[in-house]
């Protein structure tokens, strides 16, 4: 894959998969034409600022938050973040697949299952704590890779009664509504698994993933239950379809499909992006950022950041420094750090969760001394976003932009 | 233990900010039997034995479940969670079996019931069959009563995981950064119930087909009645087909029932004052009731002394320093309640100045029952009703 160049193409290009490679970029002609409009707008800007692409980002960022309320998924300040975003989901997906060696998942799989956390980065991103919105994408992108990869073996071991049991309230019906059920379907759904989990209960201690079929006799008392608190009584038959449909649903919810945008074989037409900016509106809020901009700031307590993380870790004992160093280094997991330095797996999670602590604590005092910030839950987990990321970076510079796949 | 491909996936996928911890061996199927009626209670135990060494280890020693051991499982039986006790502050750990991490689920009884809520609330995914926990994150009272949505259909306070602080590393650093971190939000307390309408409540839920009790009453009542511990073991005993474990009569004459004995109390052989004032008689020894607690960091010894004959009813409650020849601070009170926890007049002993006893002589109707209560409030104080 090759990097994008220009402003344009970073906010208006999507990444192309075919036989699950990168094949090329693929630019939507509304956005393009969208960004070309906004650079056009801004002869007067110094041309250093605006070809920050970070600079953009938080530009379409605001936008995208002020019309957050009216719920626009397909807003255009969503199509240019979305497009902008591309390459740390790809680069992320490619980092999985290097490191995990498998042919149960591949890269525009875990491409998918980054890319359809938009949402959520963008939710949860808060722009005045500085982070560059493209780092705080890639912690959010790494995590849910790794978690839904280990979600996929947890759920391929299990039976549909014990997947049934094991899964959330909210996960069931988040894969109901992706399966297209409607939601006073679910509403029925979602009764009979709480009557299936009250009343079908393991019955041997270390056999809850190979559940069995329930007997005909806690169908009975399941469908009874059912019958009680609903106004449409259903057979026991009924209720047991239901909730194989639903452990169908709950297993094809963590394997997304690959989005049209991404996948130029589809055929499908691509987005319809909405663009809905009144014009005056743009000019003010370039300005503003403009304004706002402290990159020189920010620079400086990078370099403190880095002192004071540094000498955190040299602070740590021998044997944690090598964990930190095969995580975040030479991005070797858990299990091989074990076998690596001869330990149980359990003991590298502790001693890894011990050493975050002591790094996050010197983070948030000097957050605390030198920039008067007090420290709280709220705080430390933005903390965490800056260590996650320096970490990340410390030991793996980031690329150069001319490198070619 | 050997892992098998799934979870050898489960440390290859591994977030930094989980924390994943061994269940102990020996907690699994000896602790699941047909007898222990509640895989609700199993799954709570081993979240609790895995969860438990780690907090003493990593945070403070004295860090111990917030109600007696024998006591938990009176709460599990109808409420997932568990309390626990860090120095000032309470840790409730919320198991569950789901394997996706998309919410945190609180029951409302830890965060509508005065006496149980927590300060932080830890999200904990339990895996049976492997042996192991993994802590993914933790809210507090504050948190979830301001922004988690309340679901209806199981009384629980939902919590998206976005919601949630997800660095489980952090709760230690605001532990000792900044302590005094806000973390509850005011509540009001819940009406108390008369003894009436609290026995026909305990009539009702005590039939086995009703099969969640929690959700079968409205929560006002349902908080009372289990926030007073006498009431809930109560509840916990009919719906066992336990008998009565707190007659005080059958403790005296066959020995303490199994669930006190458990919480410590003993039947002591006295020799009573007057017995030793005339040693040349033979005056056979009295069988007094006894359990030891901890008062402010203090052994301390609650007595209960049959006083004349049987036809008089009238019992002694004592409460006296451990160690012989240490005297009770002035400020402690000793008293008893009615099961309902009403005051009658001379209920209560005061020390104003150092004393070496408090006492309290009630004169009882066959059948009543009793709370007592102590200032300070012991560890672990959970009401109980004593039925004489």
């Given amino acids: 894959m090759h990097t994008r160049q220009s402003i344009i193409e970073i906010f208006s290009s999507f990444v192309q998969f075919e036989a699950d490679r990168f094949s090329s970029w693929a630019t939507d002609a509304k956005l393009r034409r969208s960004m070309q409009r906004c650079v056009n707008l801004s002869p007067q800007i110094d041309s250093l600022q605006t070809n920050s692409d970070h600079f953009w980002a938080v530009y379409w960022y605001k936008i995208w938050l002020s019309q957050a309320a009216s719920v626009q998924p397909t807003s255009i300040a969503k199509g240019h973040l979305s497009a902008y975003l591309q390459e740390p989901c790809y680069w992320e997906a490619k980092k ?13 799989d875990c491409f998918q299952i980054a890319i359809s956390q938009i949402d959520r980065v963008l939710k949860n991103y808060d722009v005045n704590q500085g982070f560059v919105l493209k780092k705080y994408a890639t912690v959010i992108f790494s995590s849910a890779i790794r978690e839904t990869l280990r979600q996929r073996h947890e759920v391929d071991i299990c039976t549909p009664w014990g997947l049934l049991r094991k899964i959330s309230q909210k996960r069931l019906i988040e894969s109901l509504q992706t399966a297209g059920l409607s939601s006073t379907i679910i509403d029925t759904y979602v009764l009979a698994w709480n009557c299936f989990k009250t009343l079908y209960i393991p019955k041997q201690a270390t056999v809850t993933r190979q559940l069995t079929r329930p007997n005909n006799q806690t169908w009975e008392a399941i469908a009874e239950l059912y019958n009680s608190q609903t106004q449409q009584p259903q057979n026991p038959d009924t209720l047991e379809r239901w909730l194989l449909n639903s452990a169908v649903a709950v297993r094809n919810y963590l394997y997304p499909p690959l989005t049209s945008i991404n996948n130029s074989s589809s055929g499908q037409d691509s987005v319809e992006w909405i663009d809905n900016i009144p014009a005056n509106e743009q000019d003010s809020l370039i300005s503003e950022i403009i304004a706002q901009e402290e990159e020189e700031s920010r620079l400086d307590q990078q370099a403190e950041i880095n002192q004071v993380l540094m000498s955190a870790i040299d602070q740590l004992e021998p044997q944690a420094q090598k964990i930190i160093q095969f995580y975040y280094g030479k991005g070797l997991t858990q299990q091989q750090i074990a076998q690596e330095l001869e330990m149980k797996q359990y003991t590298v999670s502790r001693r890894l969760t011990k050493s975050r602590e002591s790094l996050l604590q010197k983070l948030a005092q000097w957050g605390q001394e030198k920039l008067h910030i007090s420290v709280n839950s709220d705080l430390l987990q933005n903390t965490t976003i800056v260590l996650e990321e320096w970490l990340q970076n ?12 | 233990m050997t892992l098998d491909t799934a979870d050898t996936a489960l440390f290859t996928f591994a977030k930094p900010t989980d924390l994943i911890l061994e269940i102990p061996p020996t907690e699994d199927a000896q602790k699941f039997s047909p007898i222990a009626t509640c895989y609700q209670t199993y799954i709570n135990q081993l979240c609790l034995s895995a969860i438990l060494p780690w907090l003493q280890e990593d945070f403070s020693p004295q860090a111990q479940p917030a109600f007696n051991t024998a006591a938990l499982p009176s709460i599990w039986e109808f409420v997932n969670g568990c309390a626990i ?26 965060i509508d019931i005065p006496s149980w809520v927590g300060d932080y609330y830890l999200a904990v995914q339990v895996e049976p069959d492997a042996g192991w926990v993994r802590i993914w994150g933790y809210s507090t009272h504050e948190k979830i009563t301001t922004v988690a949505s309340y679901q209806p259909s199981d009384r629980t306070y939902s919590l998206d995981a976005s919601q949630i602080f997800s660095d489980i590393s952090s709760l230690a650093v605001v532990q000792r950064l900044c302590p005094e971190e806000p973390t509850k939000s005011p509540l009001p307390l819940l009406p108390t119930l008369p003894q009436q309408q609290a026995e026909n409540l305990i009539a009702r839920l005590s039939n086995l087909n009703v099969i969640t009790p929690r959700l079968a009453i409205p929560f006002k009542l349902w908080g009372a009645l289990i926030e007073h511990g006498g009431w809930r073991y109560k509840l916990y005993q009919r719906r066992l087909g336990l008998p009565e474990q707190w007659s005080i009569l059958e403790w005296l004459q066959k020995g303490v029932s199994q669930i006190p004995q458990q919480l410590g109390w003993v039947t002591l052989e006295m020799q009573t004052s007057m017995a030793l004032a005339r040693s040349s008689e033979q005056i056979p020894p009295q069988t007094v009731l006894s359990r030891h607690l901890l008062i402010a960091g203090q052994a301390y010894e609650l007595r209960i002394i049959p006083q004349g004959d049987a036809q008089q009813r009238i019992w002694r409650f004592e409460l006296q320093n451990a160690t012989v020849g240490v005297s009770i601070p002035g400020g402690f009170k000793l008293r008893l309640l009615s ?21 309290v002589e009630v004169a009882l109707e066959p059948g009543e029952g009793l709370v007592w209560e102590i200032e300070p409030v012991p560890d672990n104080y959970d009401q109980e009703i004593l039925r004489f």
């Fill in chain 1, 96 to 108: 999985t697949t290097a490191s995990f060696s498998s042919n149960q998942y591949t890269l525009s």
């Fill in chain 1, 394 to 405: 410390y030991y793996n510079p980031p690329r150069l932009p001319s490198s070619l796949e």
């Fill in chain 2, 85 to 110: 006790r860090i120095a000032n502050k309470r840790l409730i750990l919320i198991p569950s079996e789901a394997i996706d991490i998309s919410e945190l689920r609180v029951p409302q009884e830890w």
């Fill in chain 2, 339 to 359: 099961e309902d926890l009403q005051p009658f007049p001379n209920n209560e002993d005061t020390a104003t100045t150092a004393v070496e006893k408090l006492f």
